[in-house]
C-alpha cells in the first residue's frame, strides 16, 4: 500500500523535481491514449513533439506562440505569488487588443511611427482597466477575484464579437466577422527585415518584448519591496497585517500587473501575426498561461521554459492533424492532463510516499 | 511511598530521529504507580516527543517500552488509552459550539446516554474538586474551566496514568492550587501522573521524582524537592541559571496612551473592550496580566495599528496615531513583538533575511523600491549575533550563511529571540511585547528578560501583555490585570502580590 508522509520540510528538489515528474507522465499517460487510439505512441510523440521544431520555420511559429503565454504567465505569477486568483487573463487580453485595435483602425495613417507605441500603451490600458474592475471588486466588497475575473472574461468575449460583428466590421468583409486589416505602421516589423536569416518566417519585434519582460519580472520578484510584499501577502497575511503592509494595495498590483501583462500580450496579437481584430484570434492563450505559471513554479525562468513547451503543444496539434489525421483537441488533452498531473504532483513536494505493509523501512519516493 | 511502588511505564533506549535531527537519543524514563513524576526539560530538550512517543502518536525508531512489566507497542492514541493512558494537552482540543457532555461523549467509546453521561461528569468534578457544569457550552467557559473538561474527559477513562503538558502556563496562581489538589488526589488513589514542564517552582511543590531531559538525553534523575531551583536549572540548561538584574531607570512622560478605548466584538468568539486607559511612560514597563481570551488580544490589535480605531484613542507621545496602520505607526517609533511568532511576526517559509524586512524595511533596506539584500542580510545577521539565536547545525549554513536560514526551521524561542532583536535592534520610542517569553527555554527567556530591562534603562516605553505572572512580577515596574474585556487599576509592582492580582485576574477588581 501506498502512503502520504508529510515531510519535515518541503523537498528542494520536488519543488522542481514536480513539475518535471507531471511532464514525463503526461507523455506516458499520452502515449497511452495514442496506443489506445491506434496509434503508434512514439510516431505520434514524435509528430507532436518533434517534428514541428524540425525546421526554422518551425522554431519561429514556436517562439511566436510562445511569446504571449509567456508575456502573460510572467504577470499572473506575480499575483498568484500572492494568493491573487486572476483566472480572466483572456479576457484582459481581448480588452487589450480591443483597445489597441480601436486606435489602428480609426487612426489608421494619421500617427506615423507613433502608432505603434500608442497601441501598445493603450493595450496595456485595456488590460489593466479590466482587471481594475476585478481589483476594486475584490479589495473593497470582498468578491472572489477567481469568480469575477473569470465571468469578465466572457463579458469581453462579447464586446469583441459586438464590435467585430458591429461598428468595427470590414464593410468590404462580406458579413465576415472581422475589421480592416492594420496598416503597417500598427503592426509590428519582422524580424526577418533586420535578420536575414529569418527570411519566410513570421517572427517579429513583439518576441523582443517578452524577451525583455522575463528579466523585468524576475527583478520585481526578486529585487523590488513591492514584489517582496505581495509575497508575503501571499504566504501569511497575518503576517503582512502586522508589518503594516496594506491588503489593499497588494490585491490591486497583483491584478494590475496581471492585467497589464495580458493586455499588452492582446496587442502583441492583433499588431503581429492576426492583423486585425476578429472573433476567434486567440487559442486560449489567457487560461494556457495558468498552466504555464503553474509549470514554471512562478519563476521567471521556469515560465520561459514552460511557455515554450506548452506553444510546442498547439504546434505539435497542427501537425498531429495534418500528419496523423488526429483531432486538434488532442493538444488540449494533453494541456488537460498536464495541469491535473501538475496538481497531483504538487503533493510530492511537502509529502512523500511511503510503501507501507510488511515492508517497516520507508521509501523515499 | 512511591520510590517503592511497582514500576508501570519503563521506557529504555528511547531513539526519535526526523531527516534533520535526533529529537530523543536514548532516553529512559520510569514511572512508579501512583506518582506524581516531572518531566523537566527547556524546549527543543525532546519532552513533547517523549509524551507523543508514549501516548502513541509518534513512533520511535529504537527502544523499549514496558507496560506493568511487559512490553508493548503503542502504535496509536486508541492503543494508548486502551492500555490506562490518558493525556491534556497544552492546546485543548474542544469543540467550541457543543456542550461539555457532547465533548465527552464523542471521546468516550461505547454507548450510553448523555443524561447519564452528565451524571458521571458531576460525581467525577466533584470527588476531585473539578467544577464544571456538563449543560454549557465550551464557549462560554473560561480556560481553566475548558481545562477542567479535559481533565474529566480523561478521568472517565479511569486512566492509570495521566500525562499533563505544561498544564498550568493558562490558569491563575489560584487555578494553579486547585489543579495541584486534584493531581495529589489522583495520586493518593494510584493514578501515575506525568507533569510536563518547565517551571521549577512548579515541579518543587508538586512532583516526587523528577527526569531531567536536555538536548534529547537524560540529564539526571533527581527528587526536585531535595535540590535548589538553581540547581535544577543547572542541570535543565547545562549551565548557570541565568539572573536578570534591574537597573535603575527612572519615569519619563508619557509615550504611549490609550484613553476611553471601547470596541464591539470582532467576530461571535471576539471581546468587547471597555473605555481601556492606559499610559506608559518613557523608561517603564508596564505589564499587564490576566488569562487569554479577556481581551488581550483585541487590545493589542488597536494598539499595534492592525485594527484600527478612533483617532484619539492611541496616541504616540502627543500624536494621536488610532486611525494610522501599523506601518504608520511604526514609523512613529511603535515597534511590537506579537504573540503569534509563526505566521504573523515572522513568516514561515521566508529566510531570517526576508524576515528582518518585513518590519524593518525602513532601516536601509528599500532604495528607489529595490531591496538592499545585503543590507537585510546584515541586519539579520546582527539580530542573529546580538541575540544568541541558534539557527541549526553547520548542515544547516548554506551558501547565505545564517540569515538565508528559513523562519520555520528555528526552533520557538531562538525565532522568538529573533523576532524580539529585529524589533529592538530598530531603537523604538515605544515596544509593546505579547507574551514575550511563551514557550521559550529557561536561557532564551532570561536574554529576553534582561533586553527588556536594559531597553526600560535606555528610557524606552515599554507595555509587556502576559499570562505569566511571574514574568510580570520580575520585570514590570507597574501592572494592571485584564478580566472581561476591562482592564483594573495599574498598581505599583512593589505595592501588590501575585494573591491580588490572581484574584483580579479572575474578574475581582469589576465589582
Redesign the interface.
Known amino acids: 500500500m501506498i502512503r502520504l508522509a508529510r ?4 523537498s528542494r528538489v520536488m519543488l522542481w523535481g514536480s513539475p518535471l515528474v507531471a511532464v514525463a507522465l503526461t507523455f506516458a499517460l499520452g502515449a497511452a491514449a495514442f496506443a489506445a487510439m491506434g496509434q503508434p505512441p512514439l510516431g505520434a510523440l514524435h509528430a507532436l513533439f518533434v517534428s514541428p521544431l524540425s525546421d526554422l520555420n518551425g522554431v519561429a511559429e514556436l517562439l511566436l506562440k510562445a511569446s504571449p503565454l509567456c508575456l502573460i504567465a510572467l504577470g499572473l505569477a506575480v499575483g498568484f505569488r500572492s494568493n491573487v486568483w486572476n483566472i480572466g487573463a483572456e479576457g484582459q487580453m481581448y480588452i487589450g487588443a480591443v483597445f489597441a485595435t480601436g486606435l489602428a483602425i480609426h487612426f489608421q495613417e494619421r500617427w506615423g511611427v507613433w502608432m505603434l507605441p500608442a497601441m501598445i500603451v493603450a493595450g496595456i490600458a485595456g488590460g489593466l482597466a479590466w482587471a481594475a474592475i476585478v481589483a476594486a471588486l475584490r479589495a473593497h466588497l470582498h468578491a472572489s477575484e477567481i469568480l469575477v475575473s473569470l465571468m469578465l472574461t466572457y463579458v469581453a468575449a462579447l464586446i469583441v464579437k459586438y464590435l467585430v460583428f458591429g461598428p468595427w466590421q470590414d464593410p468590404a468583409a462580406n458579413n465576415f466577422p472581422f475589421t480592416v486589416s492594420f496598416e503597417d505602421n500598427a503592426l509590428f516589423t519582422l524580424l526577418a527585415n533586420y535578420l536575414g536569416a529569418l527570411e519566410g518566417t513570421r517572427l517579429n519585434t513583439s518576441v523582443l518584448l517578452t524577451l525583455a519582460a522575463i528579466p523585468l519580472a524576475w ?1 520585481f520578484m526578486k ?4 514584489g ?1 510584499q505581495l ?2 501577502a501571499g ?2 497575511p ?2 503582512a ?6 491588503e489593499k494595495r497588494a490585491i490591486w498590483i497583483a491584478l494590475l500587473i496581471g492585467g497589464a501583462a495580458a493586455g499588452l500580450a492582446g496587442v502583441t496579437e492583433v499588431a503581429g501575426p492576426i492583423g486585425q481584430l476578429n472573433d476567434r484570434w486567440t487559442p486560449g492563450y489567457g487560461f494556457t498561461a495558468i498552466i504555464v505559471a503553474a509549470l514554471g513554479r512562478l519563476h521567471p525562468a521556469g515560465i520561459a521554459v514552460a511557455s515554450l513547451l506548452m506553444a510546442l503543444l498547439y504546434i505539435g496539434g497542427e501537425t498531429a492533424q495534418v500528419a496523423l489525421q488526429l483531432p486538434r483537441a488532442i493538444a488540449y488533452v494533453f494541456q488537460g492532463l498536464l495541469l491535473m498531473l501538475l496538481l497531483a504532483c504538487e503533493v510530492l513536494v511537502n509529502f512523500r510516499l511511503q510503501w507501507t505493509a510488511s515492508i517497516r523501512s520507508s521509501q523515499a519516493a | 511511598m512511591p520510590t517503592t511502588s511497582p514500576t508501570l511505564l519503563r521506557l529504555d533506549g528511547i531513539v526519535k530521529r ?3 535531527v535526533t529529537a530523543l537519543d536514548g532516553v529512559r524514563l520510569d514511572v512508579a504507580e501512583g506518582e506524581i513524576h516531572a518531566v523537566l526539560g527547556e524546549n527543543g530538550a525532546g519532552k513533547s516527543t517523549l509524551m507523543k512517543a508514549i501516548y502513541g502518536v509518534v513512533q520511535p525508531d529504537g527502544g523499549t517500552i514496558e507496560w506493568r512489566g511487559a512490553p508493548v507497542r503503542i502504535s496509536d492514541p486508541v492503543a494508548a488509552r486502551e492500555l490506562g493512558i490518558a493525556m491534556v494537552f497544552q492546546h485543548f482540543a474542544l469543540f467550541e459550539s457543543l456542550t461539555v457532555a457532547e465533548n465527552i461523549a464523542l471521546a468516550l467509546p461505547g454507548s450510553f446516554g448523555l443524561a447519564d453521561l452528565a451524571g458521571r461528569i458531576v460525581e467525577v468534578s466533584r470527588r476531585y474538586g473539578l467544577p464544571v457544569n456538563p449543560w454549557r457550552s465550551v464557549h462560554e467557559l473560561s480556560v481553566g474551566e475548558r481545562q477542567r473538561a479535559e481533565i474529566v474527559r480523561c478521568l472517565l477513562q479511569s486512566p492509570r496514568l495521566l500525562i499533563m503538558d505544561e498544564p498550568t502556563s493558562v490558569l491563575t496562581p489560584q487555578a494553579v492550587e486547585q489543579l495541584f489538589e486534584t493531581l495529589r488526589a489522583l495520586a493518593r488513589e494510584g493514578t501515575a501522573i506525568l507533569y510536563v514542564s518547565h517551571k521549577l517552582d512548579e515541579i518543587r511543590r508538586l512532583c516526587d521524582r523528577a527526569t531531567i531531559l536536555r538536548g534529547g538525553r537524560n540529564a539526571g534523575e533527581v527528587d526536585p524537592r531535595a535540590e535548589s531551583e538553581a540547581h535544577l536549572a543547572e542541570r535543565m540548561i547545562g549551565r548557570s541559571f541565568p539572573k536578570t538584574q534591574k537597573r535603575a531607570h527612572a519615569r519619563g512622560a508619557p509615550a504611549l496612551r490609550v484613553s476611553e478605548l471601547s470596541l464591539p466584538p470582532d467576530g461571535p468568539f471576539g471581546v468587547a473592550l471597555h473605555s481601556i486607559r492606559l499610559e506608559v511612560h518613557r523608561g517603564e514597563v508596564l505589564g499587564i496580566a490576566g488569562i487569554s481570551g479577556n481581551g488581550q488580544a483585541e487590545l493589542l490589535a488597536a494598539v ?3 485594527r484600527r480605531v478612533s483617532p484619539t484613542e492611541v496616541c504616540l507621545s502627543e500624536t494621536p496615531v488610532g486611525h494610522l ?6 514609523r512613529l517609533g511603535l515597534a ?1 513583538v ?1 504573540e ?1 511568532r509563526l ?8 529566510s531570517l533575511a ?1 524576515n528582518a ?3 524593518a ?1 525602513r532601516k536601509g533596506m ?1 532604495r528607489a ?3 538592499d ?1 545585503p543590507a537585510a542580510e546584515a541586519y539579520a545577521a546582527r539580530c542573529i549575533r546580538e541575540f544568541d539565536v541558534r539557527v541549526g547545525g553547520p548542515h544547516e549554513s548554506g551558501t547565505g550563511g545564517a540569515s538565508a536560514t ?1 523562519a ?2 528555528l526552533s520557538g524561542g531562538n525565532l522568538q529571540k529573533f523576532i524580539v532583536g529585529r524589533e529592538l535592534v530598530q531603537q523604538p520610542g515605544v515596544m509593546v511585547l505579547a507574551q514575550p517569553t511563551w514557550g521559550v527555554d529557561v536561557a532564551a527567556s532570561a536574554l529576553i528578560r534582561q533586553r527588556i530591562l536594559d531597553l526600560a534603562a535606555a528610557g524606552v516605553a515599554i507595555l509587556v501583555v502576559s499570562e505569566d505572572l511571574g514574568e510580570i512580577l520580575e520585570v514590570c515596574d507597574r501592572v494592571a490585570v485584564m478580566a472581561g474585556g476591562r482592564l483594573s487599576p495599574v498598581r505599583e509592582v512593589s505595592d501588590t502580590d501575585a494573591a491580588e492580582i490572581g484574584a483580579w485576574m479572575a474578574g475581582g477588581f469589576l465589582q
Open positions: 515531510r519535515p520540510a518541503p527583478v529585487y523590488s519591496f513591492a517582496f509575497r508575503v504566504d501569511a497575518a503576517a497585517r502586522y508589518a503594516g503592509h496594506s | 526526523y531527516p534533520t499595534s495599528g492592525e496602520d501599523a506601518g504608520e505607526r511604526r511590537y506579537p503569534e505566521g504573523r511576526g515572522a513568516v514561515p517559509g521566508m526576508e524586512l518585513l518590519t524595511s528599500v523600491g529595490l531591496v539584500w528559513a520555520r526551521s
